[in-house]
């Protein structure tokens, strides 16, 4: 069991106090943000107070300094907040769009961007996809030209979660087409200089955090703004893409138990044909089935964050944690929706809102068939 690392004293106090939080004052704010297409900015800065947007980083830049299971313990909860749009959009903040910087960022880049993420105040979005290369991401063209002290960038992204409220970019651009996988490099790009705009996109699901298309037309940004060594963005980018893939497993296999449990209260006082519809012995099959699942896609992200804390390479674990925690939210709603019955084809039903929810999982932060296409290359195939 994962008790050892994950339910000491200090985590179940921390629990408590991310619970209050989703309790208190963010699941009661989750359909005003559906209704804003966006998180509000005053919910970051209320997280940076409480010290949750840099649990992992280090206190130089006002982080906790704290491993792995804590970050597991805050999404555990933020999962359960019923609104999954506000989940992702707030993991893009924490470990998807800045664990880069963290990293290999200068001090001067972590001083001026990464504290005032930590601290809430400025909101950050990453942006790699493009119109014209997803899944193949060295296929991207955003190009990046040097021009003295500073780069000229122009280009597209497309999809990029944050895109109306982040004050800076994490970009991964081309800056040198004629070096392959050496041709790449991670730029902040403050999201106020010239040149840059977006364009909101309209989704199916994940309503309370905005989703865009990006343009750049010659932007300028100082060169001084590379994270890390320039030619290094791929690489950079992918060992990123496993804290973005790790936090993906959690909140939504999280966000899988809510529903589950949230659908079974359902189920019980639901009566038809004279009794409740959990009485009915193929309805009680379903949830041990999905339990289940849920209980393997836990355990599997355990696996993960216990081989990540032992600073082992952890990407395939990942890749397959990724593949698996998707497809079992997948399973979840889709079970639950139908449990639920006429009611969960409403907006408003967890089991409705879980349907659409969940299908990105599968797609966003390296598709299943990205994970399988790697794994079968791990695997020698
Ligand atoms: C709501 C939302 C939020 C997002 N947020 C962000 C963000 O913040 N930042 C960001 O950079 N991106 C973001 N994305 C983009 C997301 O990461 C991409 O959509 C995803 O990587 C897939 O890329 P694509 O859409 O270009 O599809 P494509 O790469 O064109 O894939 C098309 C299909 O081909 C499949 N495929 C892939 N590889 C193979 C293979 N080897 N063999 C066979 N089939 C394959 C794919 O799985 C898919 O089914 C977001 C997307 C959505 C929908």
Redesign the pocket.
């Known amino acids: 069991m994962a008790n050892d690392l994950f339910a000491t004293p200090e985590h179940e106090s921390f629990r408590r106090t991310a619970r209050q939080f989703v309790e208190q004052e963010l699941r009661p704010r989750a359909r005003e943000f559906d209704a804003m297409g966006r998180i509000d900015k005053s919910l970051y800065k209320r997280m940076g107070e409480l010290g949750f947007l840099g649990l992992r980083y280090d206190s130089r830049w006002g982080g906790s300094g704290l491993d792995w299971t804590f970050t597991a313990v805050l999404f555990e909860e933020l999962g359960r907040c019923d609104n999954a749009g506000v989940t992702m959009g707030i993991s893009?903040q924490t470990d998807m769009a800045t664990p880069s910087l963290h990293r290999f960022g200068s001090d001067a880049l972590r001083e001026q961007y990464l504290a005032p993420a930590i601290r809430g105040e400025q909101v950050t979005?990453?942006?790699?996809?493009e119109p014209g290369?997803?899944?193949?991401v060295a296929g991207i063209k955003t190009r990046a030209v040097r021009d003295g002290d500073d780069w000229v960038i122009n280009g597209s992204?497309i999809?990029?979660?944050n895109a109306a409220t982040a004050d800076w970019l994490c970009l991964l651009a081309v800056t040198d087409p004629s070096a392959g996988y050496g041709g790449f490099s991670q730029i902040i790009v403050p999201t106020d200089a010239p040149g840059f705009r977006y364009e909101l996109l309209d989704?199916i699901g994940?309503w309370g955090s905005d989703?865009g298309q990006l343009y750049f037309e010659d932007v300028r940004v100082p060169v001084a703004n590379t994270i890390g060594e320039i030619g290094r963005g791929f690489q950079q980018q992918m060992a990123q893409f496993q804290d973005e893939r790790l936090i993906a497993c959690v909140s939504t296999t999280a966000g899988s138990l809510h529903l589950w449990e949230e659908t079974r209260k359902w189920a019980e006082q639901r009566v038809l044909f004279g009794k409740p519809l959990a009485k009915m012995q193929v309805t009680q099959f379903k949830f041990v089935e999905m339990l289940t699942q849920i209980t393997a896609a836990r355990e599997l992200y355990y696996a993960c964050i216990r081989q990540v804390i032992a600073g082992e390479d952890a990407t395939q674990l990942i890749s397959m944690a990724k593949l698996f925690c998707g497809r079992t939210s997948r399973m979840v709603a889709d079970h639950c929706i139908q449990l639920y019955g006429g009611y969960g084809y409403m907006k408003e039903s967890p089991a409705g809102r879980a349907f659409v929810d969940s299908r990105?999982v599968s797609?966003?932060?390296?598709?299943?068939?990205?994970m399988i296409?790697y794994l079968a290359k791990q695997l020698g195939f």
Not at 363 to 370: A, H, K, W
């Open positions: 893009v979005a990453i942006a790699v996809t290369a997803g899944s193949d992204k999809y990029i979660t989704k994940n989703t990105l797609i966003g932060g390296g598709s299943d068939e990205t296409h």
